[in-house]
């Protein structure tokens, strides 16, 4: 697609402010769990809400709206609203001193139109609608919570926030915006009451590693000088999906839309790059281990609770090999995951020091099709976008390929998935995207326009 002239204009902001509950909560300090607190979170995670202009709330102004709602939304998570606190063993807890998050209230000369007809990531303005505040740090002593409402001039509005990662997983965030919008318009408590209960997910009082857990080797040789990376986003939809199904054979067992997706775009990835065969190459998958529990962890859990497994191949093994080689360590990595492997987690964690997450040569995704940051409603519908702005670089952290629910210009449903590497590699990913799909012989079945079958959006 040609390039566009970049988007001008101005945001202007006013000094940030600490919105504290809207009533007396308790002072108590609350400990994390051993999920929660590993090294590989403690980083800020964005997300992004963009809201269209409603004739019917066009007298309301959404930045009053949503801090009167922040405030009353902090009475019933209130942990939001205090400091994280480091102790014996690195392990963090919540003072809960009520102290407040970081609001900052906003005006953009800019209307939604603007931004083109179809709204998703990447947002190179992201830093505009979550500016930067003095003394918001990435974990201890500073606000867990940073909102930003900027006004449009059409009448729109987009609200940007971070949270601690240490705090939340992307279904507690999600938790936490649907009760924000549930009280914005107009409700007296969430209609899911928020549920702590850290301690589901700590350590055994003997804690022991009964899994293979080789996302925390420490032994992974670091890469120095990374080259500068580009992000470009791609639509893939039923026909897409299809499409890619033809080169699995036919004999071979069924797999879910995600293995197949996954394993396809972890392969053109490593094509990309032109590794060396033996080199070392990893899948990570995020996966929400709530319904693995027995019982299940209770409705309202807003901690950590999803877990990032990996699978490790070679180059060659990958690229060369047959395609169901990758399927089926993404399809295993999944069903790897149980109540005792998100136990060993949380003991490793106590037994090993917390060690980071082994992220050289690693491909890592995130599926958010059903996550519901599209739902969340503060008196002005459904958002034209909902979800993070792009693979997570823009907040310093590891690039993550989010699975982004999307309905293309042409009505047509699927999803919008952002592909992070250097703009050499990001060149030659296309060519495998369009090159495995083109030798496809159902290639029929992809709606084939002007465009490449795997245009940048």
């Known amino acids: 697609m040609a390039a566009q002239e970049p988007l001008v204009f101005t945001v202007t902001r006013k000094s940030p402010e600490l ?16 999920i929660d607190d590993q090294q590989g979170l403690r980083l800020k995670i964005a997300n992004v809400q963009i809201y269209r202009t409603k004739n019917e709330v066009q007298n309301l102004d959404p930045v009053k709206v949503i801090r009167e709602a ?68 990435i974990t201890l002593d500073c606000p867990l919570l940073h909102v930003q409402v900027t006004r449009l001039k059409c009448g729109g ?39 702590w209960q850290r301690e589901l997910l700590s350590a055994r009082d003997s804690p022991r590693i009964t899994c293979t857990h080789p996302q925390y080797d420490q032994n992974v040789p670091v890469i120095d ?6 992000l470009r986003s791609y639509f893939f939809g039923p026909n897409e999906i299809r499409a890619i199904n033809q080169l699995i054979p036919p004999h071979i067992g069924k797999y ?21 065969p033996q080199e070392e190459v990893r899948i990570s998958c995020f996966v929400n281990t709530r319904a693995k529990f027995n019982p299940v962890l209770p409705k309202g859990y807003y901690g950590n609770a999803c877990l990032n497994p990996q699978a490790v191949t070679t180059a ?19 069903q790897g995951i149980t109540e005792e492997y ?16 082994s992220m050289p040569r690693t491909y890592t995704v995130s599926d958010l099709t059903r996550a519901g940051f599209g739902d969340v409603d503060f008196g002005w519908g459904r958002p034209a976008y909902g979800g993070p702005p792009g693979c997570g670089v823009e907040m310093g952290i590891s690039e993550v390929s989010f699975y982004i629910p999307h309905t293309n210009k042409n009505g047509e449903k699927g999803m919008i998935v952002p592909v992070c590497l250097p703009a050499s590699a990001l060149d030659k990913f296309e060519v495998e995207l369009n090159s495995m799909l083109k030798n496809n012989s159902q290639v029929a079945l992809i709606d084939n326009t002007s465009l490449p079958i795997m245009s940048a959006l």
């Open 256 to 276: 879910s839309s995600f293995d197949i997706l996954t394993a396809f775009l972890w392969r053109c990835r490593t094509r990309a790059l032109q590794l060396g």
């Open 157 to 195: 509005f987009i609200l940007a926030s971070q949270i601690n990662h240490t705090m939340s997983d992307a279904a507690g965030v999600v938790q936490f915006l649907t009760a924000l919008s549930e009280i914005a318009r107009g409700a007296a408590a969430p209609s899911t009451p928020p549920v």
């Open 316 to 334: 060659g093994k990958l690229c060369d090999g047959p395609f169901t080689h990758a399927l089926e360590l993404v399809k295993k990595l999944k």
């Open 225 to 230: 000088d990374l080259p500068v990376r580009d």
């Open 70 to 137: 922040l405030a009353k939304t902090l009475v019933f998570y209130y942990p939001f609203a205090g400091r994280l606190r480091e102790g014996a063993g690195m392990k963090l807890g919540v003072d809960c001193t009520g102290e407040g998050a970081l609001f900052v209230e906003a005006d953009a000369d800019v209307t939604l139109e603007q931004f083109g007809d179809e709204i998703q990531p990447p947002f190179p303005c992201f830093g505009e609608f979550l500016a930067d505040v003095p003394g918001y740090g």
């Open 19 to 34: 919105i504290r509950p809207a009533t007396q909560t308790p002072h108590e300090y609350k400990l994390l769990s051993d």
């Open 342 to 357: 998100v136990k060993s987690v949380a003991d490793l964690m106590v037994l090993k020091g917390r060690p980071r997450f």
